[in-house]
């Protein structure tokens, strides 16, 4: 159940990625969309768009973070002409935290429901086997009872004769 989980999480990754890489033209530079919009700009993945100085950039992918000579945070656009840089990394932190501590409850969740499955199989397991036991040793009293009854009825109850010989 686990591994089902695992390989949806990444074919959902790579459908992302996929779908990221199908809207970036990389024949295209960023800088000749600088007359433009936010909403052109950002139509190709790798661009970058600073509102101070209304201009298209490529986004710097040597530093994760673009740097500030570039545009401040506030004012850069990636993806979202509505969200700030520093908004959407924020944002996107917080999910991202979210989404480990949720992955880390539904697995902590998973092996303590295991393990109280497991000792509350094993506890009914041993509760038939007692049971069992129990019948077992009280047709085996029952028997030998109907047998002394057999052999007192007969005269047999003493000792066996033919004990001495052996």
């Given at each position: 159940?686990?591994?089902?989980?695992?390989?949806?999480?990444?074919?959902?990754?790579?459908?992302?990625?996929?779908?990221?890489?199908?809207?970036?033209?990389?024949?295209?530079?960023?800088?000749?969309?600088?007359?433009?919009?936010?909403?052109?700009?950002?139509?190709?993945?790798?661009?970058?768009?600073?509102?101070?100085?209304?201009?298209?950039?490529?986004?710097?992918?040597?530093?994760?973070?673009?740097?500030?000579?570039?545009?401040?945070?506030?004012?850069?656009?990636?993806?979202?002409?509505?969200?700030?840089?520093?908004?959407?990394?924020?944002?996107?932190?917080?999910?991202?935290?979210?989404?480990?501590?949720?992955?880390?409850?539904?697995?902590?969740?998973?092996?303590?429901?295991?393990?109280?499955?497991?000792?509350?199989?094993?506890?009914?397991?041993?509760?038939?086997?007692?049971?069992?036991?129990t019948k077992q040793e009280e047709?085996?009293?029952?028997?030998?009872?109907?047998?002394?009854?057999?052999?007192?009825?007969?005269?047999?109850?003493?000792?066996?004769?033919?004990?001495?010989?052996?």
């Open positions: 159940m686990m591994d089902s989980r695992i390989c949806l999480a990444a074919v959902l990754l790579l459908f992302g990625l996929a779908t990221v890489f199908a809207k970036s033209s990389p024949d295209q530079a960023c800088e000749s969309k600088n007359g433009t919009n936010c909403e052109e700009c950002l139509k190709n993945v790798s661009c970058l768009w600073c509102i101070t100085s209304k201009s298209c950039v490529t986004y710097p992918v040597k530093t994760i973070l673009p740097p500030h000579a570039l545009c401040p945070l506030k004012e850069a656009r990636w993806g979202l002409c509505w969200m700030n840089f520093q908004t959407l990394i924020i944002t996107l932190s917080v999910l991202g935290a979210i989404l480990i501590i949720a992955l880390m409850i539904c697995l902590f969740c998973c092996c303590k429901c295991e393990n109280f499955g497991s000792k509350r199989t094993e506890a009914k397991l041993q509760k038939q086997a007692n049971k069992t036991r047709r085996k009293a029952e028997m030998n009872e109907r047998h002394n009854d057999i052999r007192k009825k007969y005269g047999l109850s003493g000792q066996n004769p033919y004990s001495k010989f052996a």
